[in-house]
Nanobody, 119 residues
Framework: QVQLVESGGGLVQAGGSLRLSCAAS????????MGWYRQAPGKQRELVAA???????NYADSVKGRFTISRDNAKNTVYLQMNSLKPEDTAVYYC?????????????WGQGTQVTVSS
């Protein structure tokens, strides 16, 4: 069974840092783009950052200069380093990956990890 497992969320004070990890496991042939989304209470899920298999990155304007996305293709893992955190970064963060698996290609999501930034 293919799954994405996230870790690294938690409670941090404003100005602090957290690092999220997301590991893909199962019968995976290849991984295309990987990314992080977030959803705050009462708001729609939004893209935070994405990275292609070749390493090209894309960021939401609200996190540029503060967050860094990276991936380790050998470990099927994507990371999100979050620095200078603000209370408005508080949300559930979800990992997303475009996977080539036995049944074909598809979009997969992690279960989400809570990030809470206190002021």
């Amino acid at each position: 069974q293919v799954q994405l497992v996230e870790s690294g969320g938690g409670l941090v004070q404003a100005g602090g840092s957290l690092r999220l990890s997301c590991a893909a496991s199962g019968s995976i042939f290849s991984i295309n783009a990987m990314g992080w989304y977030r959803q705050a209470p009462g708001k729609q899920r939004e893209l935070v950052a994405a990275i292609t298999s070749g390493g090209s990155t894309n960021y939401a304007d609200s996190v540029k200069g503060r967050f860094t996305i990276s991936r380790d293709n050998a470990k099927n893992t994507v990371y999100l380093q979050m620095n200078s955190l603000k209370p408005e970064d508080t949300a559930v963060y979800y990992c997303n990956a475009e996977l080539q698996v036995v049944a074909g290609s598809g979009d997969y999501w992690g279960q989400g990890t809570q990030v809470t930034v206190s002021s």
